[in-house]
């Protein structure tokens, strides 16, 4: 539960840097390229009096993106680096096996797991077994990290990773389904080889 805590507010606050350095940069460029007060002679007019003009508004911009370009920079690298590790913990067995599968459906009763409105349980039939912690980012093909899902809920999480409290609203509801002494746990994540 820490771990899904620390990825998911780590991912979510790598987005929102990405976001900020985007406004920033954009405005940095719309600031540069607004006109600056300057008196042009006439005898100033022409080819080279353009050509001036054109290169102070590259310098401009250049220099304005300057800062948030190298944010921005960073940004990617950082995102990169998370990335490879996410593929560098990919379970090397993509689906789940019919054991792993036909466990977890009866543990499920055979009805979707996920969240439907007002954060109660779907009440649709299970027809896929998901990844909760999605296998394309080091999510484990384990009976712990499978959870019982219907076509629709399946698509519209996709590869994202849940909320710790996602995480946390699904293990309560287990309680009511599970056999007292069965595992509520949802989620795991392959180590980092």
């Not at 539960?1 to 929102?16: D, F, N, T």
């Not at 990290?145 to 409290?165: E, M």
Request: net charge positive.
């Amino acid at each position: 539960m820490v771990e899904l805590k620390r990825i998911y507010w780590s991912r979510q606050a790598l987005r929102l840097a990405y976001s900020a350095v985007l406004v920033w940069l954009s405005i940095s460029v719309i600031l540069a390229l607004l006109p600056k007060s300057k008196v042009v002679s006439a005898s100033g007019a022409g080819i080279s009096a353009a050509t001036e003009v054109l290169r102070g508004m590259v310098d401009s911009v250049l220099a304005a993106v300057a800062l948030p370009g190298a944010f921005l920079v960073g940004l990617v690298i950082v995102a990169a680096v998370v990335h490879s590790q996410d593929v560098r913990r990919r379970d090397p067995v993509r689906r789940f096996t019919r054991q792993q599968r036909r466990e977890g459906m009866t543990r499920a009763a055979n009805l979707c797991e996920m969240e439907a409105g007002f954060r109660r349980r779907c009440s649709r039939p299970a027809e896929h077994g998901d990844h909760f912690y999605p296998w394309s980012k080091g999510g484990s093909s384990s009976l712990q990290n499978f959870v019982a899902a219907c076509a629709r809920c399946n698509r519209s999480k996709g590869a994202r990773i849940p909320s710790p409290g996602q995480q946390e609203r699904i293990e309560r509801r287990r309680r009511d389904y599970v056999a007292p002494d069965g595992p509520v746990s949802v989620g795991e994540r392959q180590p980092l080889r």
